[in-house]
């Protein structure tokens, strides 16, 4: 019998939501073996483990020392409240921890609810997946399960970096989405302000896990540094029209070489940087009376590459640009 099938039978099961947590804890124990480990040993699934402030009901113990908690509730149980006694059992030596009534599992890395699942709602074979990813005894054995719970976790925060700062090969792949539903291509500017009206991603995020503070998501303050000299900027594509006017003040007679620069490759073709017709580019700035225009439909990511492409163009060294965000 597969774990699949073993959720396929649980989903059916219309009593699963009124058992006691007895009950429920037996069908977790027959998960753990379905995930490989002997819930039969227990120094391998620990039961009642002690910790300093109580006891966790499960601990996974591959290689004798404690790696995973498991907190288990009756059927039905709300799980939000219990998030901060399982957390707290957890404290800081055990970074991957799980909460579940049977029905509903939550899954923590670090104090942050990183993923969950729903025996009533998700598709077995998803569950089967995300539990055997993260709680599976060869990925916790090998270690893998705690790299998924660490790059699940850092999701929302990429997510929020991208609403923040939209990458360029996002917005370009709105555009192209939305042509291709209406014909129309939205402008740029549109689109970064759509983007950046949905919501941030820890607002997403559930009541959580010892009100741990984060950052204000505000913009950065930036400083383009270049030939050992500070150039304060206020957007990142800034640090791209302020590098480009230094170069044409070091470079008079030769800056149109900036031109030639390679094209930008994106998935709808390829797009000058730099061009003397500003309907060649998308966003497109002065920079300064060269006549010449820069393209600056670009996130960070692509400003930090570009600027030490175009440096080198003219054979200098990178320039750093320092970011640092206010209090």
């Excluded at 480990?37 to 039961?47: H, I, L, Q």
């Excluded at 288990?72 to 901060?84: A, N, S, Y």
């Excluded at 009534?101 to 670090?110: K, P, R, S, T």
């Excluded at 996130?299 to 640092?324: M, T």
Aim: net charge negative; charged share 25%; proline share 7%.
């Amino acid at each position: 019998m597969s774990l699949i099938t073993v959720i396929a039978e649980l989903k059916a099961d219309m009593e699963l939501s009124t058992l006691s947590e007895a009950e429920i804890s037996q069908i977790i124990r027959r998960v753990f073996t379905m995930l490989g480990w002997d819930a039969d040993n227990r120094r391998e699934v620990k039961p009642e483990h002690a910790v300093a402030n109580g006891w966790v009901d499960y601990a996974l113990v591959p290689h004798d020392v404690p790696q995973v908690f498991v907190e288990v509730k009756k059927g039905g149980e709300p799980l939000e409240r219990h998030q901060e006694q399982l957390l707290e059992y957890a404290g800081k030596d055990i970074g991957l921890s799980v909460l579940t009534n049977g029905l509903d599992w939550w899954f923590y890395w670090e104090q942050r609810r990183f993923a969950t699942a729903s025996i009533d709602k998700d598709a077995p074979a998803e569950i089967a997946e995300l539990l055997s990813s993260v709680i599976g005894k060869e990925n916790v054995d090998t270690g893998k399960a705690f790299e998924t719970a660490l790059s699940l976790a850092e999701l929302p925060k990429a997510w929020e970096a991208l609403l923040a700062e939209p990458d360029e090969l996002l917005v370009e792949l709105v555009a192209h989405k939305t042509q291709e539903l209406c014909g129309e291509v939205p402008d740029a500017g549109a689109i970064r302000a759509f983007l950046g009206a949905l919501p941030d991603a820890h607002a997403l995020q559930p009541p959580n896990a010892a009100g741990r503070k984060r950052g204000n998501g505000g913009k950065p303050d930036l400083t383009l540094v270049f030939n050992g000299k500070r150039y304060p900027v206020d957007y990142w594509k800034m640090c791209l029209v302020r590098l480009c006017e230094v170069l044409a003040s070091i470079h008079k007679d030769r800056f149109a070489d900036v031109l030639t620069v390679p094209s930008l490759n994106c998935p709808f073709g390829q797009r000058p940087y730099f061009s003397r017709r500003e309907s060649e580019l998308q966003e497109p700035l002065p920079i300064g009376d060269t006549g010449i225009y820069v393209h600056t439909f670009v996130g960070s990511h692509q400003v930090k590459r570009l600027v030490g492409l175009i440096a080198s163009h003219f054979g200098h060294d990178p320039p750093v640009i320092e970011e640092s965000r206010p209090p």
